[in-house]
């Protein structure tokens, strides 16, 4: 769609030059989208408290891989303790896992900041993307920890361009990215914001529903007695990604209330549409990675009725019609793994925190 040179669409940008006696903003003007008329380099008014609660929690939890020892992962790893299924299981895993994490803050960073107008907000996603890179080098300080050298971990890593199903995910997330960022729209525009709207739709299930029932993969492992260091790595993973989720499910209905205009009939069974896609790709990314049927306390079945389930929620947190017959949650103890503070994991104490370049190796 085009638009005439004279029609502008006034947002305000972190670009925009300082001006000399400015107006402060005021709280009746700010907004996530589409703000106009204030320097958002202001840190007050803040309109919305929730989220700078959810930002200074956060920085409360901050966490590094380096205070988990992984002694008894790399024994495992050494010793043949894992099965093939299980060794492919988590490779492919780790390598979707860790493409994925780039991927969030790279949509953060290049399709959503631009448009949002709320200091408050900004700060929060800037601490989201340290934290998805907080989780890269968890991953890496994983494979680093088995002993594995830059081929093998490379090895590894690069599953996600080597396996379809893989690839397919990724790539399905980053079209939303590009759909914002190649967008002839104005910023501000309906068209620009409905693009916007489907890109943080995208992201909200990627975060609530993939990263969820990826982690679950490693956590049937520890239930099985595998991986328990790797299953702490991800349990301090999962509870930053939980509350990137609340915030990007927050985000999307705070739009909503202040665009009401785009939350239309079709925008619903759009969103609809895109949950019921994600859980495509994850039936087939889960029959990839479990090519037998599953593995000890994960079967490729109960893995397809966990996404479904939370695709059912996904569609219930933002008011959609359901769209799968799933009465009730498939894996209940995920909730073994659901980290809210500081605690003792399997029987061992976290508490006594050391860094990588002095752990002792079992």
Avoid at 10 to 26: C, E, F, Q, V, Y
Wanted: charged content about 20%; glycine content about 6%.
């Amino acid at each position: 769609m085009g638009y005439p040179e004279h029609i502008v669409f006034p947002i305000s940008s972190s670009l925009d030059r300082i001006s000399i006696g400015a107006k402060r903003p005021n709280a009746d003007d700010v907004r996530i989208i589409g703000g106009r008329g204030y320097d958002l380099r202001q840190p007050i008014p803040i309109k919305y408290q929730s989220v700078r609660e959810r930002f200074l929690n956060a920085r409360n939890n901050f966490w590094t891989p380096n205070d988990i020892p992984m002694g008894e992962d790399k024994k495992q790893w050494l010793t043949g303790e894992l099965t093939d299924a299980e060794m492919w299981l988590f490779k492919t895993n780790i390598s979707y896992l860790t493409a994925s994490d780039n991927l969030v803050p790279d949509n953060l960073d290049n399709a959503i900041m631009e448009h949002i107008t709320a200091s408050e907000l900004r700060q929060y996603l800037r601490w989201q993307i340290a934290e998805e890179a907080n989780h890269l080098e968890s991953y890496l300080f994983i494979l680093e920890s088995f002993g594995l050298d830059e081929q093998g971990q490379g090895q590894i890593f690069n599953l996600y361009q080597e396996v379809p199903e893989l690839t397919n995910k990724l790539n399905w997330n980053l079209q939303f990215t590009n759909n914002v960022v190649s967008s002839d729209a104005p910023v501000g525009s309906i068209e620009a914001n409905r693009n916007l709207l489907e890109d943080l739709v995208s992201y909200y299930v990627f975060e609530y529903l993939f990263f969820p029932v990826g982690f679950s993969q490693i956590f049937a492992l520890a239930q099985a007695g595998k991986l328990r260091n790797t299953a702490q790595q991800y349990m301090y993973i999962y509870r930053d990604e939980t509350s990137h989720a609340q915030n990007g499910l927050w985000m999307i209905l705070q739009i909503i209330r202040e665009n009401p205009i785009l939350w239309n009939a079709a925008m619903q069974e759009r969103c609809r549409a895109i949950i019921n896609e994600a859980v495509v790709l994850e039936t087939a990314y889960a029959k990839a990675v479990m090519p037998n049927g599953g593995v000890m306390g994960m079967s490729v079945a109960v893995y397809i009725e966990f996404a479904r389930f939370m695709a059912n929620s996904a569609c219930r947190n933002l008011g959609l019609k359901l769209i799968f017959p799933v009465k009730s949650h498939p894996l209940p103890w995920m909730s073994h793994y659901e980290l809210k503070q500081e605690v003792n994991f399997f029987e061992g104490r976290v508490q006594d925190y050391r860094t990588g370049s002095s752990l002792d190796w079992d």
